[in-house]
C-alpha cells in the first residue's frame, strides 16, 4: 500500500514538473518570437481608414514608420495616399511596391535621394538594412518630387522606430543636401490634407500662397465693328484661408522634424 502510494505520489510530481517546465518553455519562445500583434510598432493602430487602407503590422525584428503622401489625382484634384516604410536588418537591399501610380521615375529618384539624405541625418549605415516602401493610392495619381520630403521623414521614422505624427503632412521635393524644394498644386493638396483630418500642412519655403489665373474675355468697339481678347488675370490666394488649415514653411528636413517627431 505505501509503495503504491509512494509511486503515485512520484508520478503526480512528474506531471507538476513537466508542467512547468513546459510553460518556461512556451514563456521562452514568447519572448523571443512574440506574435505579430505584440510586436513593438508604434504606429499600427494609425488613423488610415480615412482614405481606405488597412496596415498590417511589421514582420519580426523589423520597425515600421506610416505617413501620408498628398498628390494630384489625373484630374488634378488633391488626394492622399499612405506610406508605410518598414526597416529591417539586411544587406542594404531597397524595395518598392506601389499601386496606382505615374511617374514611378521620378517617385524612384525621390527614394533613393530619401535614403542617402536619411543615412546623412541619422548617422545609420543604412548598408545594414533592407528598406521596403509601400505607397498605396484608391486611384491613379500624379508621383514625382513632390512626395521627397515625406520619403525623407518616414525613412528617419522607421530607422529609429520614431512615431510620426499623424495629424501633420508634408508637401515637397527633397535635395541631396536635405533642403526642401518646390512642388505643384499646394491649394490642391492642403485641402484634401484638411479633409482627411491634418491639423498642420508643411510647405516649401515661399509656398504659403499660390498665384492664380482667372480668364476674362475684354472686348471693345472699333468702328463698326469689335475686337475681343482673352486675358489673365493673376490672384494671390493665402493657402492658409483658402483651405482652412494651418500652414508652415519649412526649408530642410530637419525643420520639417521638429514638427513629426516629439522631442
Known amino acids: 500500500m505505501a509503495k503504491r502510494k509512494q509511486k503515485k505520489n512520484v508520478k503526480m510530481h512528474i506531471v507538476i ?45 523589423s520597425t515600421q514608420a506610416i505617413a501620408y ?12 495616399t499612405l506610406l508605410v516604410v518598414e526597416a529591417t536588418p539586411g544587406s542594404g537591399r531597397t524595395l518598392v511596391d506601389i499601386d496606382n501610380l505615374l511617374f514611378w521615375g521620378d517617385t524612384q529618384h525621390s527614394i533613393r535621394i530619401a535614403k542617402n539624405v536619411a543615412q546623412n541625418i541619422t548617422h545609420i549605415n543604412l548598408s545594414n538594412y533592407d528598406l521596403v516602401y509601400n505607397i498605396y493610392a484608391n486611384a491613379a495619381v500624379i508621383g514625382g518630387e513632390s512626395a521627397g520630403a515625406a520619403l525623407t521623414l518616414a525613412t528617419i521614422a522607421a530607422i529609429e522606430n520614431k512615431t510620426m505624427n499623424d495629424k ?9 543636401d536635405g533642403t526642401i524644394g518646390p512642388v505643384q498644386g499646394i491649394l490642391a493638396k492642403a485641402k484634401a490634407a ?27 468697339k472699333f468702328g463698326t465693328g469689335e475686337y475681343c481678347t482673352t486675358e489673365q488675370v493673376p490672384k ?19 525643420e520639417a522634424m521638429q514638427y513629426f517627431f516629439k522631442q
Request: net charge neutral; glycine share 6%.
Open 17 to 61: 514538473l513537466s508542467i512547468i517546465i513546459l510553460a518556461m518553455l512556451l514563456f521562452l519562445l514568447y519572448s523571443i518570437f512574440p506574435p505579430q500583434s505584440h510586436i513593438q510598432n508604434k504606429q499600427s493602430n494609425a488613423n488610415n481608414e480615412g482614405i481606405g487602407f488597412t496596415v498590417k503590422p511589421p514582420l519580426f525584428n
Open 236 to 254: 494671390k490666394i493665402n493657402i492658409a484661408e483658402e483651405a482652412n488649415i494651418t500652414i508652415k514653411e519649412v526649408s530642410t528636413i530637419s
Open 168 to 176: 501633420v503632412i508634408i508637401t515637397g521635393a527633397i535635395n541631396h
Open 69 to 80: 503622401l498628398p498628390a494630384l489625382d489625373d484630374k488634378g484634384n488633391g488626394v492622399l
Open 194 to 220: 484638411k479633409a482627411n483630418g491634418a491639423a498642420l500642412f508643411l510647405v516649401p519655403q515661399l509656398q504659403s500662397t499660390e498665384i492664380t489665373y482667372t480668364t476674362n474675355k475684354y472686348c471693345e
